[in-house]
């Protein structure tokens, strides 16, 4: 069986393996232009497609080919064998560029990814392909041209969901490619009940399969001394990612804590920093907040993180962000909102601090809680990070996933019925 993977993931040691190079003058200029720097940064990406291909591999007669999008490559397309995967890297320099056209019809057509992904899977053939996500357009638009072979769509997110306008301004061509993937696909996998209800709309006759994401490998590090009280940290801080709602309830907890500092690491726009530097000087809290741009390696954003005393994820659409597993993971105590998910933590043992979607006070509040009651962060910590080693056997996760995989194979290939089991509307 050859399954081909087609996401955003990269990590430093694939990247090894191309020719990278920088921009020209002329790519510079509209880059800086049109404030795509945040978006031009050669990063970590999608590492939990890396974890999938870990558990692929231990699967008896299973062929890994992973197809992804890469900036700043000197060639179009290149290729490798690494640990036994096939790795595809493809050019996204110019589709990057190309989110700059209003037209969703224009745009189709002078979009680059979609005809040099059509070469590499008809290269390789292969039984399936599994998508990671609608919402990244350089991964997700190339599916709209390979509907002739049996495709499982996996949701990280619902990029139309309407929560999302309350909280930022969506892209609407980024919508309209989704509508229409979804509209086309016939096989989706998720856990989530409130997604279920979001694609039902638009396509009635989704074939929606109850697929367990696998849990992250995450690297062994040692604790670093302290330098940061709370740290908001993300791939991309925005309104979705409460860094406003971090930094307002911090000028609640200063009343109390005249030196609490707060740290946001990860990338942001020029725009977004400069609205929040406004919020931070208006509120008085200069000497409280600092920003740390986003790293190259995944592995040293979280000894970044481990710097701070407390992680504070206020997020709005996230049904548990990977951040806040992540930070469980390390042994830091969390404060998120309470999300679809994230009451879920708590189920058996405390695991994390939960404050009201939207309300500053009950973050401030959460915030306090964990500052004066060291035996509160000291349970968190344990509870957290247990919790998370306990999460990361995979193995009867993969056991279900490759059920879902085969039976997406036979339904499309032979119209072999899927079992009930496997279909989240029967779960």
Not at 2 to 30: C, P, V, W
Not at 206 to 228: A, G, R
């Amino acid at each position: 069986m050859k399954i081909l993977i087609l996401s955003a993931y990269t990590n430093a040691e694939l990247r090894k393996h191309l020719q990278l190079k920088e921009y020209g003058k002329t790519a510079s200029f509209l880059i800086k232009m049109n404030r795509l720097s945040n978006r031009t940064k050669v990063i970590d990406k999608a590492l939990w497609v890396g974890d999938l291909i870990k558990e692929l591999k231990k699967q008896e007669g299973v062929e890994i080919v992973s197809v992804s999008p890469q900036i700043k490559m000197a060639k179009r397309v290149e290729s490798f064998i690494y640990d036994g995967v096939n790795y595809y890297f493809y050019s996204a320099d110019f589709s990057q560029v190309a989110r700059l056209v209003k037209n969703y019809w224009l745009w189709k057509r002078i979009e680059t990814c979609s005809g040099r992904v059509r070469k590499i899977v008809d290269m390789e053939e292969p039984d399936i392909i599994i998508l990671f996500g609608t919402e990244n357009f350089t991964v997700s638009a190339p599916i709209l041209k390979l509907m002739d072979y049996p495709v499982l769509c996996l949701l990280q997110t619902v990029y139309s969901n309407p929560e999302r306008a309350k909280y930022t301004t969506p892209n609407k061509m980024i919508i309209k490619l989704e509508k229409e993937i979804l509209s086309n696909v016939k096989y989706i996998g998720t856990g989530s009940k409130d997604y279920y209800g979001l694609i039902r709309k638009i396509n009635p006759d989704l074939t929606v399969l109850k697929y367990t994401w696998i849990s992250s490998s995450l690297p062994h590090l040692e604790s670093h001394q302290k330098k940061y009280d709370f740290v908001n940290y993300a791939f991309n801080l925005d309104p979705r990612k409460g860094d406003e709602d971090a930094v307002r309830a911090l000028a609640i907890v200063k009343k109390t804590h005249p030196k609490v500092t707060l740290n946001l690491a990860g990338g942001i726009s020029e725009s977004r920093k400069e609205y929040i530097m406004g919020i931070v000087q208006e509120l008085g809290l200069e000497d409280n907040v600092s920003f740390t741009p986003m790293f190259e390696r995944k592995e040293d954003m979280y000894r970044h993180v481990l710097r701070a005393r407390y992680v504070l994820l206020p997020v709005k659409l996230d049904l548990v962000s990977t951040t806040t597993r992540e930070a469980m993971y390390y042994g830091l105590p969390v404060i998120t909102n309470i999300t679809p998910g994230t009451p879920a933590l708590n189920a058996e043992k405390q695991c994390v601090l939960l404050a009201e979607k939207g309300n500053i006070e009950s973050l401030a509040k959460r915030m306090l809680e964990v500052m004066e009651n060291k035996e509160l962060a000291k349970m968190l910590s344990e509870n957290g990070h247990e919790y998370m080693v306990k999460q990361m056997d995979n193995r009867p996760k993969m056991e279900r996933n490759m059920k879902i995989i085969k039976s997406v194979i036979e339904n499309y290939n032979e119209g072999a019925m899927i079992p009930e089991d496997l279909l989240l509307d029967k779960i």
